[in-house]
């Protein structure tokens, strides 16, 4: 049986294919058409995903969609007729979208896929909540989802037992945890739904001199964890804008511009809303457990990518296990719908492997062999130069060592915002100066921006202050860095803490042999690991991709499957070829 999963028309469409219960493609929309967080209807991921299990439209049994339309639409007149005649403005730019498309998902799905089987449509935080539990390596735990908003929804906490989920309490619209620090995203001048985590990575830069103040006006926080907002600071119900003139007066002082000097007082301010969503957060899993009893937690959700604040979850509340959906944004709806449908609607048995979830350690999207590579290489006259696995590990990590910055391009595509170590630039992770390197001259973003360090599982523990059995295979947990192991300056932050990836053999062998030959060489079983993009692009997804930010940036070589390209080597970039027309990929 196939089931295929939708999530589109907001931020980070995507697609997921599962068959009889195993999840088979997943891979978000923007990944194919090259524009960040395509919200729009995911043709080239649905058509990746049917390729990738060698089936049709007419194999697929069920579809479904990540959310309901037809109450988030009653949400949004309710919202307006509630301000108006405020709004106005934001209702004229809202409203033809959705009644030309939004409202009309069912004849929308049949008539771009051809497809006229049956269509399911969960909640928003039904399908974050599946998302979570399902792929789970737990047989029974707590979920927490938070986001912005799905239909009225904005955070909710259940119960997953087997193959059924249970959502339990709900916080509902215009009460967000997500929307809240989205507000702090846009007052400090980053862009909402995209720039939330360069708020995190600015936030240890500052001081917590705000928490008081934004607790005592903005939120009223119980000890249960349950909040509301004072709505008359938010600009979010009657304006495109977050915020409004008395939350900018609260602060004494306008909104920072994109591009404007991130000056003290805003890094104070992204530290104290951190400080505070943190709290948030603590105060809801203490009462799930209270409520629960139970050892496991699942998180999903927007928020859920706050990876300072699932680190404290771990670490400072009783759960002793936790799992994090690794596509925790709407791009991980339409796996919890697939998930959803194939356990809860049909009700089909569900076994786990209580040490492995069942994600494929994200590794979900297009992979390309060597040979078609090495066409692609040919084809263009690009010079490179062909290794086996062992000499090609083996001169990757010294290139490394050597502080050279890879390109890194294998197997498949990771699913989700984070790149895991197959679409990865890298980079060694002993030298302070490689920081500012990789942030100024290949990633052309921010320099307070943080590096995560990708290190062998068996030697986070000696490295981290984290458990031995601890895992963080999808880069979303934040541990301090252990005193005496500080050598590693290039991915520890200003706090002394880092964003951890650990890499077992099993679920990636060539990424953990060369991490583990690099340690051979250098004593450091950690290196940097950034995704394989420059500033405001989305991940790379294939060799064009790859070949195109390599030659736009100063990364130093390019190692894509069997093949490593020497920068120096390479003739002069042009960039007015059109790649697809003149080499038609398969």
């Given amino acids: 049986m196939y089931i295929l999963g939708i999530s589109c028309y907001y931020h980070d469409s ?38 990738e299990a060698g089936i049709g439209i007419n194999d697929i049994n069920f579809v ?28 004229i730019q809202a409203m033809p979208l959705w009644i030309h498309q939004k ?18 449509f969960t909640e928003h935080h039904e399908s974050h909540a599946a998302s979570a539990f399902f792929p789970s390596q737990f047989d029974e735990a707590a979920i927490l989802t938070a986001d912005g908003v799905g239909e009225w929804t904005t955070t909710s906490m259940g119960v997953g037992k087997g193959n059924k989920i249970t959502i339990t309490d709900e916080i509902k619209f215009p009460h967000s945890l997500g929307l809240l620090y989205s507000t702090f995203t846009y007052y400090c001048g980053f862009k909402v739904n995209s720039g939330e985590y360069k708020l995190m990575g600015a936030a240890p830069y500052g001081e917590s001199k705000y928490v008081d103040l934004i607790m005592n006006e903005l939120i009223d926080l119980k000890e249960d964890g349950s909040f509301k907002l004072n709505m008359k600071y938010f600009g979010y ?19 920072r511009q994109s591009e404007a000097k991130m000056n003290q007082k805003y890094l104070d301010i992204a530290r104290s809303i951190q400080v505070v969503t943190e709290e948030v957060m603590l105060r809801m899993v203490k009462r799930l457990y209270k409520e629960t009893g139970l050892k496991n937690i699942c998180l999903a959700g927007g928020v859920a990518l706050n990876c300072v604040a699932n680190g404290r979850i771990i670490r400072e509340t009783p759960f002793e296990n936790i799992f994090i959906q690794p596509a925790a944004g709407d791009a991980g709806g339409a796996l919890g719908v697939a998930q959803f449908i194939w356990y809860q609607y049909l009700g089909n048995d569900r076994k786990v492997d209580e040490k492995k979830d069942s994600m494929k350690a994200s590794y979900l999207g297009p992979s390309f062999s060597n040979e078609y590579i090495k066409k692609f290489l040919n084809n263009y006259n690009i010079p490179f130069e062909e290794l086996e ?14 502080k050279d910055v890879i390109g890194w391009f294998q197997g498949r595509m990771e699913f ?34 943080p590096f995560a360090p990708s290190v062998l599982k068996e030697k986070a523990s000696e490295y981290f202050d984290m458990r031995d059995d601890l895992e963080s295979p999808y880069m979303l947990l934040v541990a301090p860095v252990r005193e005496d192991k500080r050598v590693i300056p290039a991915v520890t932050h200003v706090d002394y803490s880092a964003r951890i990836q650990t890499v077992r053999r099993e679920d990636n062998p060539i990424y953990y042999d060369l991490i583990n030959e690099y340690y051979k060489l250098t004593g450091v079983p950690a290196i940097i690991n950034t995704s394989f993009n420059v500033r405001g692009e989305p991940i790379v997804c294939i060799p064009e991709d790859a070949y195109k930010c390599f030659m736009r940036t100063n990364m130093d070589y390019l190692v894509m499957g069997n093949f490593i390209l020497d920068k120096k080597k390479q003739p002069s970039f042009k960039e ?5 027309k003149e080499f038609e990929l398969d």
């Fill in 576 to 580: 007015d070829i059109d790649w697809k």
């Fill in 416 to 449: 989700g915002p984070r790149a895991l170590g197959n679409r990865s630039i890298l980079g060694d992770a002993r030298f302070p100066e490689m920081k500012d390197t990789v942030n100024m001259k290949i990633k052309f973003r921010e320099a307070f921006r």
């Fill in 389 to 402: 696995n062992d000499k090609l590990i083996s001169k990757t990590a010294q290139l490394i060592a050597e």
């Fill in 64 to 91: 479904g969609f990540y959310d309901k339309p037809f109450i988030k639409f009653e949400r949004i007149l309710e919202t307006y007729l509630s301000v108006a005649p405020a709004g106005i403005k934001s209702f």
């Fill in 14 to 51: 995507a697609a997921c294919l599962m068959r009889d219960g195993e999840i088979i493609a997943a891979a978000q929309e923007e990944r194919f058409t090259r524009k960040k967080h395509d919200f729009h209807f995911p043709h080239n991921a649905i058509k990746y995903s049917l390729s």
């Fill in 237 to 255: 119900l009657d304006d495109i804008k977050m915020t409004n003139g008395k939350f900018n007066r609260l602060f004494d002082m306008p909104p």
């Fill in 103 to 120: 409202l009309w998902i069912p004849n929308l799905i049949q008539k771009e896929l051809g497809y006229s089987g049956e269509i399911i």
